[in-house]
Nanobody
């Protein structure tokens, strides 16, 4: 029902910035919760940020103040602006959609996000 394609990953030095994009299609994009998650090798997938259909946002504690999630409904695109990047931010970043929710749960859990993109790699060097 939903197809998601991430882009914008790459390599950056500590303190640098990147903007990730996620193009969505195949469903009513503007009416459900979307989020960004990340997974480093050997670690569990963790929530980065979520945004509900009204534009309300939530962030993991380690990201708030550095990362900003946003959505452009006219372009069917989700964004993650990442500033002041740290080596520990190195991971594969995934765009995801929870089509069952208008408002995101706020738990930071990937549970309920039934649709995922292929991921885009972010590498932060010291």
């Amino acid at each position: 029902q939903v197809q998601l394609v991430e882009s914008g990953g790459g390599s950056v030095q500590s303190g640098g910035s990147l903007r990730l994009s996620c193009a969505a299609s195949g469903y009513s994009y503007s009416s459900y919760c979307m989020g960004w998650f990340r997974q480093a090798p050997g670690k569990e997938r963790e929530g980065v940020a979520v945004i509900d259909a009204n534009g309300g946002t939530g962030y993991a504690d380690s990201m708030e103040g550095r990362f900003t999630i946003s959505r452009d409904n006219a372009k069917n695109t989700l964004y993650l602006q990442m500033n002041t990047l740290k080596p520990e931010d190195t991971a594969m970043y995934y765009c995801a959609a929870d089509v069952t929710r208008f408002y995101c749960s706020g738990s930071g859990s990937p549970a309920g996000f039934g649709y995922w993109g292929q991921g885009t790699q972010v590498t932060v060097s010291s």
